[in-house]
């Protein structure tokens, strides 16, 4: 048995076919298997499958561990809506509780297992990462100054990384598909519902709404705070929308190139994400907390470079001051779009 609970919210009667129960607990047991090679203690992780996944992760508020507001909870991101959500009872993070929105586990197509299994396995690798983190990981504290903003947004990125890179590594163990020609591959995400072309034009529209906001804000002058906390979240969620969408592109036989060669040109982006991926793909997925320790220290570092340098293209720098710091708004003709607009 592994340390997974499933419980069901409402907890109504056992609508959960026992097939499914049972691809849980083994998708829990190969998670397990992680811990037991990093040499990590058993984590007890309890799985909600929730009519309602949004209000249960509020409820959570207070009870978990970590800096983030769950009391506005909600489930959109840049790419589309998220599934799941894990969150840490404890600070070694060795007890997670899992939110799962019920809707995936309810579809009655014939292939929703490969869905739920992936959407499962992204969920308790994140519990494994982050009880790995916190056995040797980098110790980030929370702040507000932009070299460590971008830190942050680096750490989130490179987690959603790992955890898509761990949950194909154990979907593969759930079993094999037969090809029309007769041969049989593992079982992947990609299987069904690729989502890579989706979250790559969500975060080239991402980024132009973040190049206008800054031009917004040069022609009006007005609340330049507003502006630089809507361009830091925006860039959050294009990082984690390109690690998803690289790590299935990963994956995928079909179009095996990397994701660098469809991004385009001109945007800031092509440079940055050439830079991150090649800093991510240098994390070890499965090793010892003190290795991945200092793994993830140095890739936080280097990243947080590449993402000051990706604001500097969209006109933003920055400069320390006696209470926090400064941001500099650069003119249009040193800034993304316009930079390049002559050519
Ligand atoms: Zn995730």
Same mark, same amino acid.
């Given at each position: 048995m592994s340390g997974l609970v499933v419980h069901l919210d409402p907890p109504d009667g056992a609508w959960m076919e026992s097939h499914t129960l049972k691809m849980l607990h083994w998708l829990g047991a190969v998670v397990d298997g992680f811990r037991e090679r990093s040499e990590l203690p058993r984590a007890a992780v309890e799985l909600i499958v929730s009519d309602d996944a949004a209000a249960a992760i509020r409820t959570l508020h207070g009870s978990v561990v970590g800096v983030e507001d769950l009391g506005n909870f909600t489930m959109e991101r840049v790419g589309g809506v998220v599934a799941a959500k *894990?969150?840490?009872?404890? %600070?070694? $993070? @060795?007890?997670?509780?899992?939110? =799962? %929105?019920?809707?995936?586990?309810?579809?009655?197509?014939?292939?929703?297992?490969?869905?739920?299994?992936?959407?499962?396995? $992204?969920?308790?690798?994140?519990?494994?990462?982050?009880?790995?983190?916190?056995?040797?990981?980098? $110790?980030?504290?929370?702040?507000?100054?932009?070299?460590?903003?971008?830190?942050?947004?680096?750490?989130?990125?490179?987690?959603?990384?790992?955890?898509?890179?761990?949950?194909?590594? *154990?979907?593969?163990?759930?079993? @094999?598909?037969?090809?029309? +020609?007769?041969?049989?591959?593992?079982?992947?995400?990609?299987?069904?519902?690729?989502?890579?072309?989706?979250? =790559?034009?969500?975060?080239?529209?991402?980024?132009?709404?973040?190049? +206008?906001?800054?031009?917004?804000?040069?022609? *009006?002058? $007005? +609340?330049?705070?507003?502006?630089?906390? @809507?361009?830091?979240?925006? *860039?959050?969620q294009i990082l984690i929308a390109l690690a998803h969408a690289e790590s299935e592109r990963e994956e995928s036989v079909e179009n095996p190139s990397s994701l660098l060669a469809d991004l385009d040109d001109v945007t800031p982006l092509r440079t940055a994400w050439a830079e991150l991926y090649e800093i991510f793909i240098r994390v070890p997925l499965l090793g010892p907390p003190a290795e991945f320790g200092a793994a993830e220290a140095a890739s936080l570092a280097a990243g947080a470079r590449v993402v000051l340098q990706l604001w500097e293209e969209l006109g933003l720098t920055f400069s320390d001051a006696d209470e926090g710091f400064r941001i500099h708004v650069a003119h249009p003709s040193s800034s993304w779009p316009y930079r390049d607009a002559g050519d």
């Open positions: *894990t969150m840490f009872r404890n %600070d070694d $993070h @060795s007890e997670a509780v899992v939110i =799962l %929105d019920s809707t995936i586990f309810k579809s009655p197509a014939a292939d929703a297992w490969v869905t739920q299994a992936h959407v499962v396995a $992204h969920e308790l690798a994140h519990t494994y990462i982050g009880q790995l983190r916190s056995a040797g990981g980098a $110790h980030l504290a929370p702040s507000y100054l932009p070299s460590e903003v971008a830190q942050w947004l680096v750490r989130f990125a490179l987690e959603e990384y790992l955890a898509d890179r761990l949950a194909a590594l *154990t979907l593969s163990s759930l079993g @094999s598909v037969t090809l029309p +020609d007769g041969t049989s591959r593992p079982v992947r995400s990609a299987d069904v519902g690729p989502v890579a072309g989706e979250f =790559l034009s969500a975060a080239g529209q991402a980024l132009c709404e973040v190049a +206008d906001l800054i031009s917004r804000y040069r022609n *009006t002058g $007005h +609340d330049l705070a507003g502006m630089w906390r @809507s361009t830091y979240t925006a *860039t959050e």
